[in-house]
């Protein structure tokens, strides 16, 4: 079975400075990993996704991803946050051919002026 | 092109009521699975269905809860007698089929906010 664990339930940053989200995964077999993101009182939109190849991944506003396949983790980075980046954070994981995404706690990402 | 439409977005029921949450996929995907958000927590997943198939359920509660996928119209999750404890957001998302190797990458509806009361 595979399970996602995001390390952090809040991260309160100041504007501008950067910030890391934490996610750790667990599976026996090949991994993908996404990042979604839920602005306040909205449903999830894809942020980010690994499928394969480099394991540095872009995605939008500005964050990205590394896959870390010795540490199992896919933390999320952005150098310098903006207030409208306050949200919930979910990372979640899934493997070739499966068909559901299983997702972690989520962490919640309050920017502060 | 449309994402995933769900409705209501809002929902107010009484205990013992029904709850009909509706889902609309993207034009094209075939595959629909519905979660649920828990005041304060993650996403759990509940059923994914294929138009009049469902495949996985391991996340549906044994009792009162039932989903539906028709050949036309939306998919249907259906919450019989409602408690307190039914109180969270139910999402949908939908995907294309991708084969047994593909990756699936899902598209998210806004959600339904179902509150009993």
């Known amino acids: 079975a595979q399970s996602v664990t995001q390390l952090d339930s809040q991260v309160p940053v100041f504007e501008e400075a950067p910030v890391e989200l934490r996610c750790n995964y667990s599976s026996s077999v090949s991994v993908y990993l996404f990042w979604y993101v839920q602005y306040p009182n909205q449903g999830l939109q894809l942020l980010l996704k690994y499928l394969s190849g480099s394991t540095l991944v872009k995605g939008i506003n500005g964050f990205e991803a590394e896959f870390n396949k010795s540490q199992t983790s896919f933390h999320l980075r952005k150098p310098s946050v903006h207030i409208s980046d306050t949200a919930e954070y979910f990372c979640a994981v899934s493997s070739p051919g499966a068909q559901k995404l299983v997702f972690g706690q989520g962490t919640r990402l309050t920017i502060n002026p | 092109n449309a994402g995933v439409m769900q409705n209501p977005r809002h929902l107010v029921r009484r205990r013992g009521q029904e709850a009909r949450l509706r889902c609309s996929p993207v034009k094209g995907h075939s595959h629909v699975y519905w979660y649920r958000q828990l005041p304060e927590e993650g996403l759990k997943f509940m059923v994914y269905?294929?138009?009049?198939?469902?495949?996985?359920e391991s996340g549906m509660p044994k009792e009162r809860f039932s989903a539906e996928f028709p050949k036309e119209g939306p998919s249907i999750l259906r919450i019989q007698q409602v408690v307190r404890g039914d109180s969270a957001a139910y999402f949908c998302?939908?995907?294309?089929?991708?084969?047994?190797?593909?990756?699936?990458?899902?598209?998210f509806g806004a959600g339904s906010r179902l509150t009993v009361l």
């Open positions: 269905l294929q138009k009049e198939n469902i495949i996985d």
């Open positions: 998302a939908s995907s294309p089929y991708t084969g047994s190797s593909g990756a699936n990458v899902l598209t």
